[in-house]
């Protein structure tokens, strides 16, 4: 059996009269001990993995404004709250019109969530941002001003309580795998955390606004002078990163609660994994946030959850020293200039 109920039977003869069964359940023991140390770090590893994905979602959108555009937009968790909310608001049509529909609730609420966060994206850049490129201060602060505001408004329109979320059929539940248990919400939001990565990836490498964003990128004035829009570029990049935005908020819905101050409890993190990936690097900051995630999951069992964060963030201080780009930096005339 090799678990944890042959340990505690093995336990007892331990004390046997007979040396050779007194010694053959010591060594089973050990050995059982061996196998669930090899689980337990494959349970961590897993839980690192599942915080890692969390992580990547909450950071991809803010790797594009941040990374990318070199813009701090500090009302990023509130567009990954105002996906959250979608996703609420459209469970709760389903709910009370279509309640066949359910299962499917986060397929319908994904999409919606990356136009609602996305359209919000867009009229910041039109409305606020674009004024205030090379501002890093003033862009800072009037974003937080947006932050507030798009809480207020929430609290306004939802009212401040926690709201609830369901988990679709497919999402619900656990599986073992050997000895660690597997939750499969958080399964799919890794899966989930990918595919976005991998379209992400898709959408910049291989198609005319992924080639525009990068010339705008690695230099504003040559691509201007080759005809490109840079201004649409700017709303259109800035509308990607508030969708995925949007999208984090779906899947972070699943397993948080649903509340004005959601994207709070991760901007920190989300500005902690781009900067030590490599700001405007999206391979870094898939490496970042696993990275991350994984060794917050090791230390916790040793500092507790608060002091693990405080550890990992005196890391990435110590390592921007060292290395001021993070682990991929990127490259382009306007950078190394």
Not at 263 to 275: A, E, H, K, L, T
């Amino acid at each position: 059996m090799g678990n944890t109920e042959a340990r505690t039977v093995l336990s007892g003869a331990l004390g046997d009269a007979d040396p050779a069964v007194a010694e053959a359940a010591a060594e089973a023991v050990r050995h059982i001990e061996q196998v669930q140390n090899l689980w337990g770090l494959a349970q961590n590893v897993w839980f690192g993995l599942s915080l890692g994905s969390v992580l990547l979602l909450a950071a991809i959108g803010l790797a594009i404004t941040f990374g990318v555009m070199g813009v701090i937009n500090m009302a990023h968790g509130e567009l990954v709250m105002l996906g959250a909310y979608t996703t609420f608001a459209v469970q709760e049509v389903i709910r009370s019109s279509f309640p066949a529909l359910f299962d499917w609730s986060l397929l319908i609420a994904a999409p919606l969530a990356f136009l609602v966060a996305g359209g919000v994206g867009v009229a910041i850049e039109r409305g606020v941002v674009r004024f205030l490129y090379g501002r890093p201060l003033e862009t800072l602060l009037a974003t937080w001003g947006i932050s507030l505001m798009l809480q207020q408004a929430v609290r306004t329109i939802f009212g401040p309580n926690n709201r609830e979320v369901g988990n679709p059929g497919f999402m619900s539940g656990a599986f073992e795998l050997g000895q660690m248990t597997v939750t499969w919400n958080r399964l799919w939001i890794l899966v989930f955390a990918l595919a976005v990565f991998a379209v992400l990836l898709f959408v910049l490498k291989k198609t005319p606004i992924g080639l525009q964003m990068r010339a705008v990128t690695q230099n504003r004035a040559m691509a201007a002078n080759m005809g490109i829009r840079t201004g649409w570029v700017d709303a259109m990049t800035f509308g990607l990163g508030a969708g995925i935005a949007g999208l984090a908020g779906v899947a972070l819905s699943q397993i948080d609660n649903v509340s004005p101050n959601l994207g709070q409890s991760y901007i920190v993190d989300s500005f902690m994994v781009v900067v030590f990936g490599g700001a405007g690097n999206i391979w870094g900051t898939l490496a970042g946030a696993f990275s991350l995630g994984i060794a917050n999951k090791f230390l916790e069992p040793w500092t507790g959850a608060v002091l693990a964060k405080i550890l990992v963030l005196v890391f990435i201080i110590l390592f921007i020293q060292k290395r001021p780009r993070g682990l991929f930096a990127v490259r382009g005339r306007a950078v190394d200039a």
